[in-house]
């Protein structure tokens, strides 16, 4: 938090771009939140930017994201950009002096990761990655009910996250050098549940990665997680395999399971947990 900005004022926000995931979820949360104001977004596309900003009324289209960088009514900003863009916005916007939530994947490769880190330091801003499946109430409960013992020792977690991208060949995803792969784009998300149950990072790793002739990225990854102390993470994910998504948490004393982990929307989640013969 700025030193001149006391913690009860609204958090003034800016956007990176006008890409699916801002327009359609975080920047509608946002403008209804009460503790946040919607003050621009910028888009290379001007016309883009006005058409998105017109929905919120007080809210500025800028022309660039430098522009918004150098908006001194700024002081957090959302970055939705492709994957192989989050490292340089993210710092540029840290040396900006703004806060920054950006999205997954926050950096490609662990060394992105660290000079995000020491841009965040450096400027003494906060920088977070967009895991929102994180904050949801039936993940938060469902952690809950592991920090309680509910279905004892945790010893395995299952997830996966797939959808087909065949329909759709010239999909952002599917280019190298904007950071595409299933793993970055969706695989990250029961890599992420996995280190939230185990409470840190695999000690070992096995997988195997799917690249189709032709193709800049790998399709479908597989992967084995050891956590040590026979605690293991089996998860998969593909652009190629009809859409479904999952995880299971299985303990010594039984399992939850948890049908729409990752995109549960504002709908009623249902979170199962079953414990020898009661199923709740």
Same mark, same amino acid.
């Given at each position: ?20 995931i801002g327009v359609g979820a975080v920047i ?71 806060? *920054? ?5 926050? @950096? ?36 809950e009910q592991l920090a309680a013992g509910r279905?004892?020792? *945790? ?6 996250? /797939? ?11 599917? /280019? ?33 990665? *799917? ?18 102390? @026979? ?41 199962? *947990?079953?414990? @020898?013969?009661?199923?709740?």
């Amino acid at each position: 938090m700025s030193e001149n900005i006391q913690a009860s004022d609204p958090i003034r926000w800016g956007v990176l771009s006008t890409a699916k995931i801002g327009v359609g979820a975080v920047i509608p949360a946002i403008a209804e939140a009460n503790n946040a104001t919607l003050v621009a977004i910028a888009s290379r596309d001007r016309e883009r930017a006005e058409t998105v900003a017109g929905a919120y009324p007080g809210t500025r289209a800028l022309e660039s994201y430098d522009a918004l960088l150098a908006d001194d009514a700024i002081e957090a900003v959302y970055i939705p950009l492709p994957n192989g863009m989050h490292v340089e916005w993210t710092i540029r916007a840290l040396e900006a002096g703004k806060h *920054v939530l950006c999205e997954k994947p926050l @950096g490609i490769t662990a060394e992105e990761v660290r000079r995000i880190q020491a841009a965040s330091k450096k400027a003494n801003r906060w920088v977070m990655e967009a895991f929102m499946y994180r904050f949801h109430p039936q993940i938060r409960w469902a952690l809950e009910q592991l920090a309680a013992g509910r279905i004892g020792g *945790v010893r395995m977690v299952r997830s996966s996250f /797939v959808f087909d991208l065949h329909s759709r060949p010239n999909d952002i995803r599917l /280019v190298g050098a904007l950071g595409g792969g299933s793993m970055m784009d969706v695989g990250c998300y029961p890599l992420n549940l996995c280190r939230a149950v185990f409470g840190g990072p695999p000690r070992e790793i096995a997988a195997r990665v *799917v690249v189709p002739t032709g193709s800049e990225v790998e399709l479908t990854t597989a992967a084995v997680l050891d956590f040590g102390e @026979g605690r293991l993470g089996v998860i998969d994910a593909s652009f190629s395999l009809p859409r479904a998504f999952f995880a299971e948490i299985v303990g010594e004393h039984g399992r939850i399971t948890l049908p729409t982990p990752y995109t549960p929307g504002r709908a009623a989640s249902v979170v199962r *947990v079953e414990i @020898g013969d009661e199923t709740v």
